[in-house]
């Protein structure tokens, strides 16, 4: 039985629209503007794909990164009270609220040789300035809300009477949360990841700061705009939404039999 909008319905649906053309009305416009020759020129020009690669595999393994570490984090908030957890949640948001050049700007005077920790870290050989270690620890630092966010509400979701069940029959806890929540949660983690990809991909405040070289694909926008104008950034962009639309549709397929089940 179909059943038809009501007036309700209706103003929902006009009050949305708005916020829809927003997107898609500049998108649009971006994506239809540059000639398919352009696109081509675009898509064979190494820098272009340099940029895009490059952009592509420092998100990927900064979402690697808060996999690995964000992943025990994630669960103790889900699973644990304990005094100032306010506070600690607040902080893993902080990257979220602040401005991103000020991100940039923290690590780098973190990171230079006129700080302890970038001199010590130089001594060692490694190099945050200007090198790719640099861009992933941005990209880690801008990405991680999203993966810790998303994998807590993943692990609240699951019942804890499973955890006590598993506990009962004489499974460690290391042995609980690998045979029963990692299976039941990982569905959250991955989104997170995607999550944290994707808002990866994207970041441009703090990675022109502490890394102008390499170039991601954002700074190499920014670099054709400036030097050359609307015209040779636009085919970049294009071919950067077009990563970022598959991402996103990935992460709908990935999120879809997680709604399902909660």
Partial sequence: MTVKPGVFSWILILFSLPLIGLIV???????????????????????????IGRSMTTSLAAALICFVFGTPLAYLMARRDFPG???????????????????????LSLAGRNH????????????VMGTLTGIIVVLTFVGMPFYINTAKAGFEAIPKRLENVSRSLGAPMGA????????????????????????AISEFGAVVIVAYHPMTAPVLIYERFTAYGLRYSQPVSVWLIGVSLILFVAMRLVSRPHREMS
């Fill in 25 to 51: 009305l500049p998108l649009s416009k971006m994506v239809l503007t540059p000639t398919w020759a352009a696109l081509w020129e675009s898509l064979n020009d190494p820098v272009v794909l340099e940029a």
């Fill in 85 to 107: 957890k306010s506070l600690v949640e607040a902080i893993i948001d902080l990257p979220i609220m602040i401005p991103h050049p000020v991100i940039g700007i923290a690590i």
């Fill in 116 to 127: 302890p920790l970038g001199r010590m870290l130089a001594d060692m050989g490694i190099q």
């Fill in 176 to 199: 609980t949360f690998f045979r029963v929540t990692f299976p039941l949660a990982w569905q959250s983690m991955v989104l997170g990841m995607i999550m944290c990809t994707a808002r």
